[in-house]
C-alpha cells in the first residue's frame, strides 16, 4: 500500500537532547512537508522541499533542521534551540514540485513530549 | 501575503442537523487553489476536496457540499444530515498555482472542531 509514515507515534525527551523524526514516503511525490500543530491551533509549516537536495524554511523553522537526500525521505531533527518543542509534528507529500495544484497526503503524525 | 480565517472555533450539533463550515481567504494572486481536509482524532489528515480560483460551481459529493464564492473571498463547507463519524477537526487551505519556491505551499486556516452528538 502507497502512503507516508512516521515513526514513532509517541516519542518522549529530555530538555536538551536533539531528535530525529521520521518520514518515509512511497508514492514517488517530489515535494515533502513539516508540520508543526499546537492544541487547538491550525497547521504550522517547519520546512519544505521541492525536489532531492533541496529544502527551504517555511515560517518557523527556527530550531529545526531537515535534509532531503533520498526522494522518499524527508527526516526532521528538533534540536535543542526549539524552545517549546512538545507538539504534534505532521509530514506530507505531494506530486508537483512546485505547482499549488496537487493535494497533500498527510502520515499519521508523531506526538512529541520535550520535559 | 496568503491568510486564511476560519472564524468557527467549535461546533456542536446534534446527528441528522445540518451544518455549514466557514471559510474566509485573502490572497493576492488571481490564480489560486483552495482545500478542504478533515482531521479524525486520530490525527491524520484527509484530503476532502480542491478548487480551482476560476471555477465557481458548486460541488456536491454525497452528504458533502461547496459553495465558493470569489466576490466574498469565501469558500463554505456544508455537511447535510450530519452523522457522528463527521466528528472531526476539518482545515480550510489556500495554495499559489504556481511558485518557484511557493507554489506548492498550503497556508492553513486554524480549523474548526465539529461535534456531532448522537
Known amino acids: 500500500d502507497g502512503g507516508i509514515t512516521q515513526s514513532p507515534k509517541y516519542l518522549f525527551r529530555k530538555e536538551g537532547q536533539n531528535v530525529t523524526l521520521s518520514c518515509e514516503q512511497n508514492l514517488n511525490h517530489d515535494a515533502m512537508y513539516w508540520y508543526r500543530q499546537d492544541p487547538g491551533q491550525g497547521l504550522r509549516l517547519i520546512y519544505y522541499?521541492?525536489?532531492?537536495?533541496?529544502?527551504q524554511k517555511g515560517d518557523i523553522a527556527e530550531g529545526y533542521s531537515v535534509s532531503r537526500e533520498k526522494k522518499e525521505s524527508f527526516p526532521l531533527t528538533v534540536t535543542s534551540a526549539q524552545k517549546n518543542p512538545t507538539a504534534f509534528y505532521l509530514c506530507a507529500s505531494s506530486i508537483g514540485g512546485t505547482s499549488g495544484f496537487y493535494e497533500q497526503y498527510f502520515g499519521p503524525g508523531t506526538r512529541l513530549t520535550v520535559t | 501575503a496568503q491568510k486564511v480565517t476560519q472564524a468557527q472555533t467549535e461546533i456542536s450539533v446534534v446527528e441528522k442537523e445540518d451544518v455549514t463550515l466557514d471559510c474566509v481567504y485573502e490572497?493576492?494572486?488571481?490564480?489560486?487553489?483552495l482545500f478542504w481536509y478533515k482531521q479524525p482524532p486520530s490525527g491524520e489528515l484527509v484530503f476532502l476536496i480542491r478548487r480551482n480560483s476560476f471555477d465557481e460551481q458548486n460541488e456536491i459529493s454525497g452528504r458533502y457540499s461547496w459553495n465558493f464564492q470569489k466576490s466574498t473571498s469565501s469558500f463554505n463547507f456544508t455537511i447535510t444530515a450530519s452523522q457522528v463519524v463527521d466528528s472531526a477537526v476539518y482545515f480550510c487551505?489556500?495554495?499559489?498555482?504556481?511558485?518557484?519556491?511557493?507554489?506548492?505551499?498550503?497556508?492553513f486556516g486554524e480549523g474548526t472542531q465539529l461535534t456531532v452528538n448522537p
Open positions: 522541499s521541492q525536489i532531492v537536495n533541496d529544502f
Open positions: 487551505a489556500l495554495s499559489e498555482a504556481e511558485g518557484e519556491t511557493s507554489g506548492s505551499r498550503l497556508t
Open positions: 490572497t493576492r494572486d488571481t490564480t489560486y487553489y
